[in-house]
């Protein structure tokens, strides 16, 4: 009795490795990676529509460049979480655009098709013609299929110290 047992089980065993050998696998296909340098062209261009925007002083439509959810505004060593709502009054209310503004040495980096990471350096240039720069990164996502600025840190350079 034993020994049919072990002859079954032997055989079932066999059956189910011929079997598993028998079927044909499909091979399983690549899931299509993002296009990388398209997502950094798409960002590259909001970028340069960001610059004109502050150059003619668009308010609004640079209040609309930020996140519906709200921003998280980084710099200088403070953090805040503004409201959209709380950006937009303050683009549309309070803001000085510059005379004029230029994106330097912008980085891009491309987290996935809807995250991206900007890193670079601006130049501000005040009505009073005082040029500033300052550093920034940006964290923008997709937001209903349009590029949004999730979190952002423009910091000024530490001041020089006076001459003794």
Same mark, same amino acid.
């Given at each position: 009795?034993?020994?049919?047992?072990?002859?079954?089980?032997?055989?079932?065993?066999?059956?189910?490795?011929?079997?598993?050998?028998?079927?044909?696998?499909?091979? !399983?296909?690549?899931?299509?990676?993002?296009?990388?340098?398209?997502?950094?062209?798409?960002?590259?261009?909001?970028?340069?529509?960001?610059?004109?925007?502050?150059?003619?002083?668009?308010?609004?439509?640079?209040?609309?460049?930020?996140?519906?959810?709200?921003?998280?505004?980084?710099?200088?060593?403070?953090?805040?979480?503004?409201?959209?709502? !709380?950006?937009?009054?303050?683009?549309?209310?309070?803001?000085?655009?510059?005379?004029?503004?230029?994106?330097?040495?912008?980085?891009?980096?491309?987290?996935?098709?809807?995250?991206?990471?900007?890193?670079?350096?601006?130049?501000?240039? !005040?009505?009073?013609?005082?040029?500033?720069?300052?550093?920034? !990164?940006?964290?923008?996502?997709?937001?209903?299929?349009?590029?949004?600025?999730?979190?952002?840190?423009?910091?000024?350079?530490?001041?020089?110290?006076?001459?003794?």
């Amino acid at each position: 009795m034993r020994k049919a047992q072990l002859v079954s089980a032997g055989c079932f065993l066999l059956y189910c490795v011929l079997g598993a050998k028998a079927q044909k696998v499909e091979p !399983t296909k690549p899931q299509k990676q993002h296009d990388v340098a398209a997502t950094e062209r798409e960002v590259r261009e909001f970028f340069d529509s960001y610059a004109e925007d502050l150059r003619q002083h668009r308010r609004e439509a640079i209040a609309n460049r930020y996140d519906p959810r709200g921003v998280y505004f980084l710099g200088n060593g403070g953090k805040t979480l503004e409201s959209f709502e !709380t950006v937009k009054n303050v683009y549309l209310t309070k803001w000085t655009g510059p005379k004029s503004f230029e994106w330097k040495d912008i980085s891009v980096e491309v987290l996935s098709p809807e995250a991206a990471v900007v890193i670079g350096r601006f130049e501000w240039q !005040t009505a009073s013609d005082q040029l500033q720069g300052f550093s920034y !990164t940006g964290l923008l996502i997709k937001h209903s299929g349009e590029w949004r600025i999730r979190v952002e840190d423009e910091s000024s350079p530490p001041a020089k110290p006076s001459a003794p």
